[in-house]
């Protein structure tokens, strides 16, 4: 029972009600306060072993009958510890909970009204034994793409808007929750609007039964407009809420065009020569309540101290930081923050690299803002002014790290930082590569993190990958005669180390991957002539030494001093490249990163360096510099 209401917290959050309706609810803290009072007071019974199978029962622990009944298994099947595990979740799940409200009561909520979905399905085109004619709409799950076999998947969504005033909506905004992304990331889909009545029906993921008569299915689906009211880009990186801005849609709607609802597939001709790419969102049936939801808001129900604030260009450095947190933020920042990064600035950090970390922040990245405010953020921060009612309106639809480039490189930007160029367009990708050692002292200011949720680590960069998303080093490095050495922690999985030049080919060295039973190497492009060694060569949930050198015609890869990859590599590749550091399904870290060349002091091929710190008490302080990243770590995470 508890564990329900507990669900039906998370529930709340997860559907974004209280973030986008109504100021978090001070009863609904004082609750999640009091259950964990409980939880914590039957934990300490547990320990002290004063609870047994009727006393447990008493505190309302959802436990089978046959056990409250007195079963001799009973010790066997659910022992105190188990019970303690179970406890130590629950108070681990309401503590998460708990902050969360907390951390949301801080900010002033955006105006809008939330509209529940009232019917959702997904077909297929796959006539292999009749999908194409099986009912999803009591489905937990929607798809839209293509597979190479199956074909087609195309999701169909009905929202009632009866009684919604249209003087009062000037935008809205389609909220899914992206749980998976097949294949690549090759397509992008469209809203498109459904033009004729269609049944959700009652069908699961069976065959059997078929889609019982007026039920939608592939081989009956509703008419649609052939052109896209809108378009956009899941990506890869999945476990996050998605803001499609649909104001054309809902427009129409409003304006007296019939509302059957609105379908989603992909853009553009599918043929069998088409690459495998297909998105899952959760459907209005997801038993963790992640349901498909519109807000529709105006611009003026988005109030705040600071929300017609814009970035001081050229003004000095102390200034221009204020500005930037003002803008981005919306918020006051506090003299440390400001002199940190005043220090980076005049430490020849650009200003460009300076905004693109607060967009990338976690505090920043885990607000999910929508296309409207991520646009007049960006537009107050690189062009200085407020966003026009078309900009607004017509936001592009890709990869939000893709629009700021484009904003940087705009003529606008240009002619608004003539006067300070020097002090916006110091790109690091520029300079030639050098010898370079980053402790993450400095923050991430020479990394693309803008595609990753980051977890909050001292002097680390730790990040949970997805499915290969990867972190993207801004400096170039060389192609050939190059040692990438650094401190590295791995979850459950191992670490992609990549690098290529601008013709997309180079190395890839991957140990510990196929969640530590294999490692391997790929020469040219990734997956093209690819060499596997078996076995499990790194130690999960442990800080080890990571070291990788392209020397001659050798490509080698170690692991605390011990040689895993050995590779013979005539071939070579010219210029400069980019190192990518990606895992699937996996919390990873780095730390103390270091590149040199090959013939530098640091060892080689054939005579790798030890990593062990002196003086150093366990396994966790490794490489040449005194770090504390990994004491800072491992305490985070639990590690002895």
Known sequence: MKVRILLMIVTILLAGVSVLANPVSPSLEEYCETLLGLKRGELERL????VGVEGYAQLGINVPAYLLAGDPLVDQLVSTASRIEVLNEEISSLENVLSRLKELSKYKPYGGLTINCIADSHVYAYSYSGWNQANFGRYGALGAGWHPTGGEKRAYLRFDLSGVDPAKVSQATLRLYHYHTGGSDALTLGVYRVTSPWTEGIGTYSLKPAAQPGEIAWVNQPSFDSNPMVQFHPGMEIGKWLQIDVTPLVVEWLSGTPNYGLMIKAIGPLTGTTSHSEYGFSSREDVEGRVPVMVLASVSDLPGEFDQAWALLCAPDKEFVRSLYHCVTHREPTVQ???AQVGLLQSGTPRKNMVQYFFASPGYVNQNHDGVRFITDACQAIYGRQPSGAELNAWPRTDRSV????MFNSAEHLSATADCAALWRKDMASDHPQPYFDDFSSGFVNWDISKVKLQRMDRALVWH??????VRFLRPVWMEE?????????????LNVVWLNKNNVGYMSLLGGWFNTRS?????CLGERRELVNGAHIQLGRWQHYKIVRSGDWLDA?????????????VRFEGNGYLHFMSYGSLVGVANLRICRANANVGSASNPISRKAKGSEGALALGLYPIQTPFAVASLLGQE
């Open 558 to 570: 170690y692991v605390d001093g011990k040689r895993i990859l050995h590779r013979h590599v005539p």
């Open 482 to 494: 190059m040692v990438i050495e650094f401190d590295g922690w791995c979850e459950k999985n191992g």
């Open 403 to 406: 629009i700021l480039a484009e």
């Open 465 to 470: 990958s997805g499915n290969h998303i990867p």
């Open 47 to 50: 320990r002290g072993g004063e």
């Open 520 to 524: 391997c190497s790929d020469v040219g």
């Open 337 to 339: 923050e400001v002199e």
